[in-house]
């Protein structure tokens, strides 16, 4: 059947590559919820827990934090308010949009010392009030002087839309309490000055900080077993400890690791030699640094990338309930409770097995905490370092860079040659923050620099897309891809896109929309002058108003790629109707994947179900699967 190449252009909203602006990714715009939603999640989880559950913990529109504040007075309210009913009632209907949380971000990794469940909101504030105390002027401060005092002396606090809309909200809020005065003009414009003091708070104590922004560290260090792969411990080594540049020297982590081994330390789970996955081996809730530095790197590495995070309810609440001997039990058990449901709410977290406080829950996002976050007694901040020059280990351009909270590791600084120690980075250097890391390939003769994140699982390259690019760079005789309709689903950084434009594909890459910013970048990147096609980008959530934004008889494919596209996540029935959707009487879909949950095992065999399968190949733990429409066998026999 013929493909009308022209209308297999992508929707008009997207551009193609070549005319995107080529930019760095930008980190999430919703890092965490407005205090809307997390209202709304907090009425939801109410709700929730209200399901035949003795929920006198759980009042559907209070936030957690306030309601641990005011404690068990207060429980006897809110158990009133649940019984009329009104309440929660109301809340069932609430909507709840489900955002990113604030953990899940490289940046806000840095800015939330997670230790202390600090928040991004309690942040703002006391930016805020810190910015109208610092102007000396009696005529008050503007709006303007104000936000230009914050961008200066909080340059990492990146002042996107986001947080310029929770500064103005905050700024109306104080205004309101008085905490804040106007002291000319209406609205932001006009000038202020510090209000009075803001009453203490109840009990006369410390607001709490919030228990869903510590969860993910806890998981983290509570997850067992504690394992990650060599490709995921070089990518945090690197990122992390430059020192040991293991990106020139790979040799060194692979006798770390098989050292390693040996000595028990850790077990070697899959794979063989250095290329496998690694378990680190009594690695109890916190696992103890000792022996080498760069075994210390190692495990930090693991217990940092070992995915997925996951926890069961009770050892959280022993975790709890051991670190607050002060608080009385049945609180801390109620807010744990109350926060994994708001979690669940909010999309945060999944619950696993089991129901309300048994069973097991799982991080729904990525999680990667910098070694200082993670042992803080460890690895601790050394004062203010001036700016110097220095090369970083991602490229060769020359940066000036504000060591600002610079770590460092005297140990290993001891044992480095002081010829190499003059051209590297400091050991701790915040660099991965400030820019994601670069990787680059070579497929098709070409080399290939893709611009990774780690804030989101599209902003990395997984197992499953190299497979497939090796396999379609070492096949291109049994699947030419030259003038092809190529589309590809869940591209995330776009290297498998850019391999298919390559090999003379005329390609679109999608995925969902608000990743596509690195997709088009990389992608442009790439491609530019180097292909027959100009690959474009689109934005495809699986599932939805496909027939609406892709109707099928316009949109016509030869190729359908789909890398990694099945992980734990709620969309793995729209993932098979996208797939079907797509792959048509004429289309072969290539799907590349490796076996990592129950539920992908349940997704292959529906796979299988819904098309005329085969194995091309299997590279480790990955396999590449061949699917055809059984529509078209039907026409064909
Ligand atoms: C594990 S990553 C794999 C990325 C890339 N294919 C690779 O192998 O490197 C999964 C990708 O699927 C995308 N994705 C997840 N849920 C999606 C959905 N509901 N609709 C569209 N894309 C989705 C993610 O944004 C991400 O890019």
């Not at 909080?154 to 002042?159: I, S």
């Not at 530019?528 to 100009?534: A, L, Q, S």
């Not at 609406?548 to 949109?555: A, Q, R, W």
């Not at 129950?598 to 005329?612: C, I, P, Q, W, Y």
Request: aromatic share 8%; with cysteine; charged share 30%.
């Amino acid at each position: 059947m013929p493909i009308r190449r022209a209308a297999a252009t992508p929707p008009a909203q997207e551009k193609a590559p070549s005319a995107a602006e080529e930019r760095e990714p930008e980190a999430s715009d919703e890092e965490s919820p407005s205090p809307d939603e997390e209202q709304a999640a907090s009425s939801a989880a109410g709700a929730e827990d209200g399901e035949g559950e003795n929920s006198g913990d759980a009042h559907p529109d209070k936030n957690e934090d306030d309601a641990e504040e005011e404690g068990a007075e207060d429980e006897k309210k809110d158990e009133k308010e649940l019984k009329d009913g009104y309440k929660y009632e109301k809340s069932k209907t609430k909507k709840v949009k489900r955002t990113i949380p604030a953990w899940a971000s490289v940046t806000a990794s840095k800015n939330i010392p997670v230790t202390n469940y600090a928040g991004t909101q309690c942040r703002v504030d006391s930016v805020l009030i810190e910015a109208i105390m610092s102007s000396k002027d009696k005529a008050g401060i503007s709006f303007q002087s104000l936000m230009k005092y914050i961008l200066k002396k909080y340059p990492n606090m990146e002042l996107d839309k986001k947080k310029k809309f929770l500064i103005k909200k905050a700024m109306k809020k104080h205004v309101e309490k008085g905490t804040v005065k106007q002291l000319k003009g209406k609205g932001l414009s006009g000038r202020f000055a510090i209000g009075k003091k803001p009453p203490p708070s109840k009990k006369g104590r410390q607001k709490q900080e919030s228990l869903g922004d510590a969860l993910p560290l806890i998981f983290t260090r509570l997850c067992e077993p504690k394992e990650a792969s060599y490709t995921l411990i070089k990518k945090y080594l690197k990122q992390h400890f430059p020192n040991f540049n293991i990106e020139n020297r790979p040799d060194v982590l692979k006798t770390a690791l098989g050292k390693a081994v040996e000595k028990g330390h850790l077990e070697q789970v899959t794979g063989k030699g250095a290329q496998g996955t690694f378990q680190l081996k009594h690695s109890g809730k916190d696992a103890q640094l000792k022996g080498s530095t760069l075994e210390d790197a190692i495990t930090v590495a693991i217990v940092a990338m070992n995915e997925p995070k996951t926890c069961s309810a009770t050892s959280l609440r022993k975790y709890l309930i051991d670190s607050n001997k002060d608080v009385k039990e049945h609180l801390v058990v109620a807010n744990l409770k109350r926060t994994l449901t708001k979690c669940k709410v909010l999309g945060w977290m999944k619950q696993l097995t089991g129901h309300g406080l048994s069973g097991t829950y799982g991080l729904s996002f990525p999680y990667y905490p910098s070694p200082k976050i993670l042992y803080p007694d460890n690895f601790k901040e050394l004062p203010k370092k001036p700016t110097r020059r220095r090369h970083t280990a991602d490229s060769s351009d020359e940066e000036e860079e504000e060591e600002d909270g610079v770590e460092e590791n005297k140990k290993t600084e001891k044992e480095e040659p002081a010829a190499e120690k003059q051209h590297k980075p400091s050991l701790w250097s915040p660099c991965f923050y400030s820019r994601a890391g670069k990787e680059v390939y070579s497929y098709v003769g070409e080399k290939i620099t893709i611009n990774e994140g780690l804030d989101s699982y599209a902003g990395m390259i997984w197992p499953a897309a190299l497979a497939l690019c090796h396999y379609l760079d070492t096949h291109q005789d049994r699947w030419s891809l030259v003038d092809k309709a190529v589309l590809e689903i869940g591209a995330g950084t776009g290297l498998l896109s850019i391999v298919a434009a390559l090999l003379g594909g005329w390609v679109t890459a999608t995925d969902l929309p608000e990743v596509l910013s690195n997709t088009r970048a990389n992608l442009s990147r790439n491609t530019r002058g180097r292909c027959r096609h100009t690959p474009q980008v689109a934005a495809l959530t699986w599932g939805q108003d496909l027939e609406h934004t892709y109707p099928s008889s316009v949109y016509r494919y030869d190729y359908v790629l789909a890398a990694d596209v099945v992980y734990h996540h709620d969309f793995l029935d729209e993932l098979l109707v996208t797939m079907k959707h797509f792959c048509r009487p004429g289309t072969t879909l290539l799907w590349a994947n490796k076996v990592r949950f129950g539920s992908d095992l349940v997704f292959t065999e529906n796979f299988h179900k819904a098309f005329n399968t085969s194995v091309l190949a299997e590279d480790g733990e990955v396999k590449i699967f061949m699917a055809t429409s059984r529509e078209g066998s039907k026409e064909t026999d």
